[in-house]
């Protein structure tokens, strides 16, 4: 077969399900783990479709220039028309929560009240503008709940910061959001494939906010895993403008948080370009969203080299 599918990522970790899901189709993918790589810009790229699940957490696992790497070769990539799903706007998203945000905004997301700021006295001024409300401080890069904080207390908070005592974000911005009180103590995070809902997930957060939807995120002796539960719909404004968001930010496949509140108001505030199913969830609700992602790349690659369906 001349035209793959390359899986371009990070981390194998989070790879089993799509393997499964591939072999279930008779087919396999081609694995680009780009942590260290050479790129010839002066050679064309293999013909095929390319799926990127670069992670915005990467650094948390020791590869650094992971993303600044895959911004390499998406761009050469695309500079030569290849099929890319999740381009390299949607990269630039993943490793960019103040990125996320204004491009949610253009799209009449609603998302919290956010100050992004670099130096102390900054981030000090941007929790002074919220008091007395309680706000979550979070790294401008994030993944897996790392480093993201409510504080109730803006006191205790403004101390922290003095002592430097915040996580730093890779990227040295720092997020002062508005907490959205999620009504029930449940957020949402709604899967999309092909750039249309797929299903969402109800999440417990009571046990804290790293909420990594990998089965591998949670052993390793860490904090019990929380609580996953499908749900096959959710607002159908919502659903539209994200798709429309997506749509226009060339992201095909992701997990898009909200929370809502007591008022029944929803609030976007992360948006996973790198997405990972809840398998306890999904055997539960009778769904397999690795494979529709796969079944969704097979079709693209169909598509694209006019070849038949198996
Ligand atoms: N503005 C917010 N209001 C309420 N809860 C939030 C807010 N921001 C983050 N959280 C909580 O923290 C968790 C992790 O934050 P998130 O922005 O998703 O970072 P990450 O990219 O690390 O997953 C969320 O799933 C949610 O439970
Ligand atoms: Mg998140």
Known sequence: MSEEIFVLHENPEWLPPFERAFARRGLSFENWNLVERAVDLSAPPPEGIFYNRMSASSHTRGHRFSPELTGVILAWLEGHGRRVV????ALQLEVSKSSQLAALQACEVPVPRTIAAVGQ????EAVNAFAPAPVIVKPNRGGKGLG?????DLSTLRELILEDGLDPSVDGVTLVQQYIRPAGNTITRAEFIGGQFHYAVKIDTSMGFELCPADVC????GPPAPQFTIIDQIDAVLKARIERF???????MAG??????????????DVNTNTNYNAEAEAVAGKDAAQASVDFLIGERNRTYGRLAA
Request: net charge negative.
């Open 218 to 221: 949670a052993v390793d002796g």
């Open 256 to 269: 898009v948080e909200f929370a809502t509140d007591a008022h029944g108001n929803s609030y976007v505030y």
């Open 148 to 152: 993201v904080r409510l504080f109730e």
């Open 121 to 124: 006295a900054q981030v000090l």
């Open 246 to 252: 997506l749509a226009l930010n060339g992201i095909e």
């Open 86 to 89: 999740n381009s390299s706007r």
